[in-house]
């Protein structure tokens, strides 16, 4: 993390990535209240935070069954898709911000001043970008000690949304 405005920006990304894995993960709902928390713990130590209590694998609570806390990884996912959108935009020479981000994820709580990024539009992400941005998800959501392929493949489905189909995701 480079600076506040990156740090703030991945915080945001993380939050609708969270907000758009309960289709498909209807438990993380009880997370969204320890997002403020588990997101301060991610910037404060990424790799405890990502650790969690056992070792080489996410943070696991849970009386009788193991739930996975999904904010964690979804922090690193977002820091990976953010270094990659910066990257990118720095490449087209656009200025890329958070709430470029936000907008581009299609958040309802955007700025209303700002436009909506078009298919035409050089906020906009390619079909090919969606499907990167795809990979990039289910790369991180795999990684050692993580989720499944399977239900990998689900929560990068439901993170980019209709975007791999050349439609702006909706929230």
Same mark, same amino acid.
């Given at each position: 993390m480079r600076s506040a405005e990156d740090e703030q920006a991945v915080t945001d990304l993380a939050r609708l990535m969270v907000d758009r894995a309960m289709v498909v993960e209807p438990s993380v709902d009880a997370e969204r209240a320890l997002f403020p928390m588990l997101a301060a713990a991610y910037f404060r130590d990424r790799r405890r935070a990502l650790a969690g209590l056992r070792s080489g694998g996410p943070l696991e609570f849970g009386p009788t069954e193991v739930v996975l806390l999904l904010t964690p990884i979804m922090l690193e996912t977002a820091t990976v898709v953010w270094a990659y959108l910066v990257e990118d935009a720095t490449r087209r020479g656009i200025?890329? *911000?958070? +709430?470029? !981000?936000?907008?581009?994820?299609?958040?309802?709580? !955007? *700025?209303?001043?700002? +436009?909506q990024p078009s298919a035409s539009s050089p906020l906009a992400l390619t079909v090919e970008q969606w499907n990167h941005v795809h990979q990039l998800v289910t790369q991180v959501l795999t990684g050692p000690g993580r989720i499944p392929s399977s239900r990998a493949a689900l929560l990068a489905d439901a993170v980019v949304g209709r975007g791999r189909l050349g439609e702006a995701p909706q929230s």
């Open positions: 200025n890329w *911000s958070g +709430e470029a !981000a936000r907008q581009v994820f299609g958040d309802q709580s !955007a *700025s209303p001043h700002t +436009e």
